[in-house]
């Protein structure tokens, strides 16, 4: 018998649960015919994958070694099922996914002309955190993420299109409001600090609270929201303080004040990520959009590519 992509499938399931019952669960099959299956396959590679009195269900060193490479055929026979779908398909589609925060950027003006210029692409969004889109990107479930966590993944290629500056957001009548258009995040310690997303992690929250934690800096009380727009609202009713990108002047209130962060390095970055082997038409028009925009609007960055 020589082993099929559905082996390494069972054998993966079953080491991430370390039960073989849960992993039948995942899989929806009976837990016999998943322990014939894992045998088989033990057999085939001559050697045991799972140490079996173990509680719960341990690799051994050579299913450790296994586990690692099943997961990236897994995750490659994935990308090449996506790629080829998009590829066979008559209407062309390219899915995108989100971060919230990048909708008051330039992101809706890029959307909006590239459905103009490429009107046979049928273009389908969906919001979600930049950890979501990893997994939505190995899966096939999106083509490409606009998110800002530096996460690393073989599979996946991140281009940083631009560092957007950090700003803060004030409750109008703070006493910070007036004064210096400019503030430090060390006259920042004594309000509560709202941060998002709550979850999962790790999230544009960690981004805001490394940079108090690399001057040393704790933040009075810190309270985590599941949204930006939670945060903001929070911070409209006097809750506490929200550092936010830049881009959110743009969503204009008159119950909320921004000010500048005067620190060196704080900044988000917006970064594009598409599957590792992924260099498709649409992609590439996609990225070549987005570099005539900023060239329009003088916007600084440094050229990436597929």
Same mark, same amino acid.
């Given at each position: 018998?020589? /082993? ?6 069972? /054998? ?13 669960? +995942? ?18 590679? #001559?050697?045991?994958? /799972? ?11 050579? #299913? ?83 998110? +800002? ?12 299109? +631009? ?40 999230? /544009? ?20 929201? +599941? ?80």
């Amino acid at each position: 018998m020589a /082993f099929e992509l559905r082996h390494l499938k069972y /054998f993966v399931t079953v080491a991430e649960e370390k039960n073989f019952t849960r992993a039948a669960e +995942r899989l929806f099959i009976a837990q016999p015919p998943l322990s014939r299956q894992i045998k088989q396959l033990e057999d085939e590679l #001559g050697t045991e994958l /799972f140490e079996r009195g173990s509680r719960p269900l341990e690799l051994t060193e050579t #299913g450790k070694f296994f586990f690692a490479h099943a997961q990236q055929l897994l995750s490659h026979a994935a990308e090449i099922k996506a790629m080829t779908k998009r590829v066979s398909q008559i209407n062309r589609t390219l899915s995108i996914g989100y971060v919230a925060s990048t909708l008051y950027g330039k992101l809706p003006k890029i959307i909006r002309l590239y459905r103009y210029e490429h009107n046979a692409v049928d273009l389908q969004l969906h919001e979600m955190t930049t950890v979501e889109q990893i997994k939505a990107l190995k899966e096939g479930v999106i083509d490409v993420g606009f998110g +800002r966590i530096k996460h690393e993944d073989q599979n996946v290629h991140r281009i940083v299109l +631009r560092e957007e500056r950090l700003i803060v957001a004030l409750p109008i009548g703070h006493a910070l409001a007036e004064g210096s258009d400019r503030l430090q995040l060390k006259s920042l310690i004594n309000d509560t600090l709202i941060v998002y997303p709550k979850a999962p992690r790790p999230s /544009f929250a960690d981004q805001v609270l490394s940079a108090f934690h690399d001057r040393a800096l704790t933040p009075k009380k810190i309270i985590e929201v +599941r949204e930006l727009q939670i945060a903001i609202g929070l911070v409209a009713a006097g809750e506490g303080i929200a550092i936010v990108p830049n881009s959110l002047i743009g969503m204009k209130r008159d119950d909320i004040i921004y000010k500048d962060l005067n620190e060196r390095h704080a900044y988000s970055p917006i970064i594009m990520s598409v599957r590792a082997m992924d260099q498709s038409e649409e992609i590439r028009n996609l990225l070549d959009l987005i570099y005539r925009i900023y060239d329009e609007e003088q916007i600084p960055y440094v050229r990436g590519t597929l």
